[in-house]
């Protein structure tokens, strides 16, 4: 089975503009959460969408959105980027999101913003 | 809010010793802890699995326990080998929260010599 797939894997931005990350999930998995880690914050939760909605989000601004769509790849969008906004961006999947379920992580899109 | 800790921040051991990396956590109201190793640049690999009602759980010459009550986990690992090496981090779900959402530790970094 195919594990989590994130497209693309780098990404070099300049401020103020906008970028749009994307995240496949193994399949059959509907849940998807986004994380942020950068060297400063370690690993920070975003957000996590199920069956097509955001069913939990962190405490990151309005610039950080998402959504996901009907065969539950998800994508996340930062608008008006900033140098703080650089890390590396981790989806994880997991069947439906349930607390005894083991989170599958995919491989990362590095962000880095000029 | 939950903090969580791991000690020690580095470690470097030669090729074939045991070893002990620690997670602590302020809140013992949790749903479970995971272990994840990462490795440089890259996403996380899920290690151990361990539910709130459990003490601990083993894989391979992985052992992973969990103390609620002292708030702590321990990750073991036999007979250490080079592609050990790599950061590793727990994390926590907290109950009454999100039921995925992971709370990650500090992590540690660990180098194996050959």
């Known amino acids: 089975k195919a594990g989590v797939t994130q497209t693309p894997r780098y990404l070099i931005k300049t401020r103020g503009q906008q970028v749009t990350l994307s995240c496949s999930p193994i399949s059959g998995h509907r849940s998807v959460s986004w994380y942020q880690q950068t060297p400063g914050q370690g690993l920070q939760f975003l957000f996590e969408y199920f069956s097509e909605t955001q069913r939990n989000k962190g405490n990151f601004p309005g610039r950080f959105s998402g959504r996901q769509f009907s065969n539950s790849r998800s994508e996340m969008n930062v608008s008006t980027l900033e140098l703080g906004d650089s890390a590396l961006y981790l989806c994880?999947?997991?069947?439906?999101?349930?607390?005894?379920?083991?989170?599958?992580f995919g491989p990362g899109t590095r962000l880095l913003v000029l | 809010k939950q903090e969580v800790t791991q000690i020690p921040a580095a470690l470097s051991v030669p090729e074939g010793e045991n070893l002990v990396l620690n997670c602590s956590f302020t809140?013992?109201?949790?749903?479970?802890l995971q272990w994840f190793r990462q490795d440089p640049g890259k996403g996380l690999t899920s290690l151990l699995l361990?539910?709130?009602?459990?003490r601990e759980q083993t894989s391979g010459r992985l052992n992973a326990s969990l103390d609620k009550s002292s708030g702590r986990s321990t990750l073991y690992i036999a007979a250490s080998q080079p592609g050990d090496s790599a950061t590793y981090l727990c994390?926590?779900?907290?109950?009454?929260?999100?039921?995925?959402?992971?709370?990650f530790g500090t992590g540690t970094l660990l180098a194996v010599q050959p």
């Open positions: 994390a926590v779900i907290l109950f009454g929260g999100a039921t995925n959402k992971l709370i």
């Open positions: 361990i539910q709130s009602s459990q």
């Open positions: 809140d013992s109201a949790i749903y479970n």
């Open positions: 994880a999947s997991s069947i439906a999101g349930g607390s005894r379920e083991t989170q599958y």
